[in-house]
């Protein structure tokens, strides 16, 4: 499996943006699909996954999104009302299974990464 991150770039407080990863295989509709992101001086931390539901990080509940076009084999990342925190290098991650983890170990397959830097 090869995932493919697209989306990244500058944007200013309260602005949005919209991730996409594309994915390779056969079976995506079976694959877990998760975003994590890694800012600047701290650890990747998970922010939204999507299997048969959705689940949030706290930090992003409310804002954030997360979808995917099984017909398109891609999962996207809707970020609205966005806050310089949220700056970050975001990733995308797929297991070859159902269900959401939340842990980098839960995943078996990773994207490149793509920037996200928001301005005050």
């Known amino acids: 499996v090869q995932l493919q991150a697209s989306g990244g770039g500058l944007v200013q407080a309260g602005g949005s943006l919209r991730l996409s990863c594309a994915a390779s295989?056969?079976?995506?509709?079976?694959?877990?699909m998760a975003w994590f992101r890694r800012a600047p001086g701290k650890e990747r931390d998970f922010v939204a996954g999507?299997?048969?539901?959705?689940y949030y990080s706290d930090s992003v509940k409310g804002r954030f999104t997360i979808s995917r076009d099984n017909a398109k084999n891609t999962v996207y990342l809707q970020m609205n009302s966005l806050k310089p925190e949220d700056t970050a290098v975001y990733y995308c991650?797929?297991?070859?299974?159902?269900?959401?983890?939340?842990?980098?170990?839960?995943?078996?397959?990773w994207g490149q990464g793509t920037l996200v830097t928001v301005s005050s």
């Open positions: 991650a797929a297991r070859v299974r159902l269900g959401i983890g939340r842990k980098l170990a839960d995943y078996d397959y």
């Open positions: 999507i299997s048969q539901v959705t």
């Open positions: 295989g056969r079976t995506f509709s079976d694959y877990g």
